[in-house]
C-alpha cells in the first residue's frame, strides 16, 4: 500500500484496510489539534488508490473493513469518491463497511442525494469531530461551524443512511465555560442523536495552538476532577435514542462505556464515585492520545 505522511485512524477501524485517498486535513485549523500540522492536503492521483485496492484484493483478504485515510476523505468530490467506492464493492466483495472521517465543509458540499449514493456504495459510517456545542468555544477552537450548522449537518449525514460517531472534548473550553461547553454539547448531541459518542480529553501536543499558549502560560489544562464533573453534566444533558457514548478512550481519566438513556443512571453514579474517591482514576502516566 502506498502511505505518504501520518496517518491516523480511530480506534474502531484497528483492524481496517488503510486505505489513503487524501493527504492530511483540508481545515488544518484547529487549535489544538497538530495530526496534519505541516501536511499540504493533497487528493491522491486515481491511478496509486486503484493500485492499493487491488494489492488489498490480493493481500487483505481477512479485513472485512475498509477505512478512507486522511483526516477528512470525504471532502473529496463525488466524482472521485464514486469509482473509489465501487473498486472497492467491486474488487473486495467482502468488505462489509466503508468508513471515513468528515468535516463539516465536507458534508456540506455533498448533496443529500449525493450522500445517499455512497452510502448506496458502502460508506456506512463517517467520523465527525464536534468538540464542543458552545459557539464560543466552536469559535475559540477554530472549528469553522457554528452548533446549529453541526446539528443541520449531522443530521443530514444521518438521513442518507451514513451512521455517525461524533468526537467531543472534555476541556477543551476556555477557564470559566467548562459547564456551558458540556450543557451545550450535550443539547448538540441530542439534536443529531448520533450512534455514537465518543468523550476524549484535551491532550496537548507540540505543533498546536494551545500547546503554544499553554508554553506561553496562557492555557490551564484542567484537572482531573474538572474533566470528570464535565464528562457528567455533559451526559446528563445528552439524550440519545440508543446511541453508545464512549470516553474510553486512552487521554480518559475513567474509563466509561454506556448505552444512553438505558445507562444514564448508573454511569452519572459512577462518575459521582469517582468525584468522591471511590474508584481509582487512570495514572497520569498511563493516558496518551
Ligand atoms: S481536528 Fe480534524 S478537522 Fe480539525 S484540524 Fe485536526 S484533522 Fe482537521
Avoid at 488489498?56 to 477528512?72: E, K, P, S, Y
Avoid at 459510517?125 to 472549528?143: F, V
Avoid at 469517582?274 to 481509582?280: F, S
Wanted: hydrophobic share 40%; aromatic share 6%; glycine share 8%.
Amino acid at each position: 500500500m502506498h502511505y505518504e505522511g501520518p496517518i491516523f485512524r480511530p480506534p474502531s477501524e484497528a483492524n481496517s484496510i488503510l486505505l489513503q485517498v487524501t493527504t492530511g486535513c483540508s481545515h488544518n485549523k484547529c487549535s489544538f489539534c497538530s495530526m496534519y500540522q505541516g501536511v499540504r492536503f493533497s487528493i491522491k492521483d486515481e491511478e496509486t488508490v486503484l493500485a492499493d485496492i487491488d494489492f488489498a484484493a490480493h493481500h487483505c483478504r481477512r479485513q472485512h473493513r475498509v477505512f478512507l485515510c486522511d483526516g477528512d476523505a470525504l471532502i473529496m468530490p463525488q466524482q472521485r469518491l464514486v469509482p473509489t467506492l465501487t473498486a472497492i464493492k467491486e474488487r473486495l466483495p467482502w468488505v462489509t463497511r466503508v468508513g471515513t472521517y468528515a468535516t463539516p465543509r465536507s458534508i456540506e458540499l455533498k448533496s443529500p442525494e449525493e450522500l445517499q449514493q455512497l452510502r448506496d456504495l458502502g460508506l456506512k459510517i463517517a467520523y465527525l469531530g464536534l468538540e464542543s456545542g458552545d459557539d464560543r468555544t466552536l469559535a475559540q477552537i477554530g472549528k469553522g461551524t457554528g452548533s446549529k450548522e453541526m446539528i443541520s449537518l449531522g443530521r443530514k449525514a444521518r438521513s442518507a443512511g451514513i451512521a455517525l460517531s461524533i468526537t467531543v472534548l472534555l476541556g477543551v473550553a476556555e477557564p470559566g465555560r467548562s459547564l456551558i461547553h458540556a450543557e451545550e454539547t450535550g443539547r448538540v448531541l441530542s439534536a443529531i442523536d448520533p450512534e455514537y459518542v465518543g468523550a476524549l480529553s484535551l491532550m496537548l501536543t507540540p505543533g498546536s495552538a494551545l500547546y503554544d499558549r499553554w508554553q506561553a502560560g496562557d492555557w490551564r489544562q484542567r484537572e482531573a476532577t474538572e474533566l470528570l464533573t464535565e464528562l457528567g453534566v455533559m451526559i446528563n444533558h445528552t439524550n440519545l435514542t440508543r446511541g453508545l457514548f464512549h470516553a474510553n478512550h486512552a487521554s480518559n481519566y475513567l474509563p466509561i462505556k454506556a448505552r444512553l438513556p438505558r445507562d444514564k443512571a448508573r454511569t452519572l453514579q459512577l462518575i459521582e464515585r469517582a468525584l468522591q474517591g471511590q474508584v481509582p482514576l487512570k495514572p497520569e502516566n498511563l493516558r496518551a492520545l
